[in-house]
């Protein structure tokens, strides 16, 4: 990859221009260092992204599970909280009111348990 050249060059090069054409021109001269200066910059900045994107690529597909995980807590608290309330409601007794709890809860686990494996097994 080309290097341009260092600000310390840049800087030198502007300072022998001032003195080739005097304080008349000191402004447009600081104002073309300036202007080198924040393309090497935008440059620099430039590459550092592309490099931490290339770095970065293979890491996108865990923020995709992220929300995938997010998705599932969310329905399964959303199926479990008001299935438990409507299930004690009911006109279920006893053992078989905990049974169907329990069967609630146990498939629910089991959802987010399948879902947990399979994903650290990709």
Not at 93 to 122: C, D, E, K, Q, Y
């Amino acid at each position: 990859m080309a290097r341009s050249p260092s600000s310390g060059d840049e800087l030198r090069a502007s300072l022998a221009a001032r003195r080739d054409l005097g304080p008349d021109y000191e402004d447009s001269l600081v104002e073309g260092f300036l202007e080198k200066m924040d393309q090497e910059i935008d440059r620099r900045v430039d590459d550092r992204v592309a490099a931490r994107v290339r770095k970065e690529s293979p890491a996108v597909r865990p923020s995709v599970d992220a929300g995938q995980r997010l998705a599932l807590a969310i329905i399964s608290l959303g199926l479990g909280v008001p299935g438990t309330i409507a299930i004690s409601f009911s006109d279920l007794s006893g053992p078989f009111l905990g049974f169907v709890l329990v069967l609630l809860w146990v498939g629910i686990l089991g959802v987010n348990a399948s879902f947990t494996l399979g994903r650290r097994h990709r």
